[in-house]
């Protein structure tokens, strides 16, 4: 018997997200929670240990922070999950009839019309620099309190805002003019719109801001490179000309923040799934030393001014949880902590491009196997699975299923060579490492080859729906949640940054290269699907738009093929509790009734 409160329990359960506070107020903080429900901005003064809900809004908030002063609270606002809005603002300290609940806001720049978000900056001041994209291409505004916003940058390619130093003389902006949003370049304006440099490695080799130094008068800015084939960092100085390169004797994959007084680094190390935490002093011989961390992910971390760091921290067994190098839980949320899971198991497969890293989670008392399997493919691509908290994974291991997730190529973390080997052949090559490990879960006995269930969300709902076109032998059962369904029509409906991504990954336009993108759309191979497909997907959705999805269950309707499809009043994904329960039941009872596990 499937105890279903257990995985529900998971869901439910309240989780925050690391506080990050105001530079120059650092008792107070902002962070997320699902406290109420669903995913809300809240406020905390550590001072008085205060905490307010800043945010209420019927399909959640999810990006917000504080101004540097403290003052204010700056929230992006969309519709219905469509992630196109306008930022607004809340005092942080509400005023005394607003009864401390939910604050009053008022629009952060009126003269700024709605856009997808680009980035934003915030300086003491009150100035704040702002990113738009639109179906006209991407701009970046300088906004002082009071007066009218004024055009710092427009380009039709993609842009975005990454910095601003801490004298507010200095912007720096990551862009793709070369037209290659994969690998943008980076260049730091004046707040009159000179330029004051600009850094390119050229092609195929990125370039992206971080953080300016955070002492006045400093204009050391802090950037992510992969000159040797991998994240790695350096320190420029776009007023000098100087830069200093971070080389650490690390294997992984590294990101760093500064110190307050700007003399050390807070390193963020990933490699093989997991991540570690150094403080590395800038100053003297450059010394790395190890802080001492649990093993598992690192969800976010940052150092507090008294020099200790707070980080987010979960493994595949253990839930989320905001920890100190002091050794105190910074915040916990209201109520009981999530079930555990069980702890996952690193695979390595070889594959057509090189050992594949896979992360396989075993029931528990279910044996050695063949056992019923899904394989839960991540989204992005640029990103990766790890050893982190998942309640997805969970769930389907609380249902009888082994879960096995495929870090192919195309996945962050990795080098940049594995991350980049998916261009001009998009999805192919995924589906090549995927078929890999699922050759090996078969051959070595774990997964029953009859009760195998492919899903995943966005690029894996993408690389779902393909494969069950490309590999229908492979796959008894599969769920596609916000999937790319019909590339061509997907690419006309989605937000310009997207469309911009999509032209770097595939070297072109539906226009420009309709044959590779024929070849990677899941409608191409419709007429091949043999198994049952769920399909979830958002109303609102700007990044897998509904109409290319319906063009695909046309096409499934068409043809007679068994399928079902749940449709829900939002955009990619949801940030209500309740509907992400809904959406888990519904995934676990298709892939029930059709593997007669009912």
């Not at 996952?344 to 057509?352: A, F, I, M, N, Y």
């Not at 192919?408 to 991350?419: M, N």
Request: with cysteine; hydrophobic share 35%; net charge negative.
């Amino acid at each position: 018997m499937v105890d279903d409160e257990r995985w529900k329990a998971r869901f439910r359960a309240a989780r925050v997200s690391l506080p990050r506070w105001a530079r120059d107020a650092p008792h107070r903080s902002t962070y997320r929670s699902n406290a109420t429900g669903t995913w809300e901005i809240y406020a905390w003064d550590r001072e008085t240990g205060d905490r307010r809900q800043v945010t209420e809004r019927p399909n959640g908030t999810w990006t917000g922070g504080v101004d540097p002063a403290g003052e204010w609270i700056w929230w992006f606002a969309d519709t219905d999950g469509d992630e196109f809005g306008v930022w607004k603002r809340t005092p942080f300290q509400p005023a005394p009839d607003a009864g401390g609940g939910v604050g009053e806001s008022v629009p952060a720049v009126p003269g700024l019309e709605p856009s997808y978000p680009s980035g934003l900056v915030l300086g003491a001041s009150g100035l704040a620099v702002v990113g738009r994209s639109t179906d006209n291409g991407n701009s970046v505004h300088l906004c002082r309190p009071g007066a009218a916003p004024e055009l710092l940058y427009r380009h039709a390619e993609d842009a975005h805002v990454a910095a601003l130093s801490r004298d507010e003389g200095l912007i720096a902006i990551g862009h793709s003019e070369h037209g290659d949003s994969r690998h943008m370049a980076l260049r730091v304006l004046r707040p009159d719109g000179t330029t004051v440099a600009d850094l390119w490695d050229g092609p195929g080799k990125g370039v992206y801001g971080t953080a300016f130094a955070p002492v006045a008068g400093d204009g050391r800015l802090l950037v992510g490179h992969e000159r040797r084939g991998r994240d790695e960092l350096l320190i420029w100085d776009p007023v000098a000309g100087t830069e200093r390169e971070i080389v650490l004797d690390l294997p992984g994959e590294i990101g760093a923040e500064w110190y307050p007084d700007g003399s050390a680094l807070l390193i963020s190390h990933s490699h093989q799934a997991r991540d570690e935490l150094y403080r590395y002093d800038l100053d003297g011989d450059g010394s790395l030393t190890r802080i001492d961390t649990p093993r598992g992910v690192i969800g976010g971390a940052a150092v507090r001014p008294d020099g200790t760091v707070e980080f987010s921290w979960s493994s595949a067994a253990e839930p989320p949880v905001i920890r100190s190098t002091s050794g105190a839980v910074v915040l916990a949320p209201p109520g009981p902590p999530p079930p555990p899971s069980v702890p996952v198991e690193d695979v390595w497969v070889d594959g057509p491009g090189g050992a594949i890293h896979a992360l396989v989670s075993r029931p528990e008392g279910g044996g050695d196997g063949p056992l019923p399997a899904v394989f839960e493919v991540h989204g992005g691509p640029t990103a990766q699975d790890d050893d982190s908290f998942v309640a997805t994974a969970a769930a389907w291991v609380d249902r009888g299923f082994a879960v096995v997730r495929v870090n192919y190529r195309g996945s962050t973390g990795y080098g940049s060579r594995w991350r980049d080997a998916i261009e001009g052949r998009v999805g192919l090559t995924e589906l090549e490492d995927i078929k890999a490990v699922r050759d090996w879960a078969v051959s070595s006995g774990l997964a029953d080859p009859e009760r195998l269930v492919l899903t995943g969300g966005s690029w894996g709902g993408f690389l779902t729906l393909l494969g069950i076109g490309t590999q229908p032998g492979d796959w008894t059962v599969a769920v596609a949640a916000v999937p790319v369904a019909d590339y061509v029509a997907a690419f006309e409906d989605e937000m310009e940054g997207l469309q911009a991504f999509d032209r770097s990954l595939f070297g072109g336009s539906p226009d420009e290269v309709p044959e590779r993108y024929r070849e990677s759309s899941p409608i191409t191979y419709v007429d091949r699907v043999r198994a049952p497909v769920l399909v979830l997907a958002g109303e609102n959705d700007p990044r897998c738009p509904i109409r290319q999805i319906d063009n695909y269950l046309a096409r499934l309707d068409g043809l007679g093929l068994p399928h079902e499809v749940y449709r829900y009043d939002a955009g990619h994904g949801s940030l209500v509790v309740e509907e992400r329960i809904i959406q888990m039941a519904a995934e676990m009872a298709f892939a029930a009734k059709h593997l007669g596990m009912s």
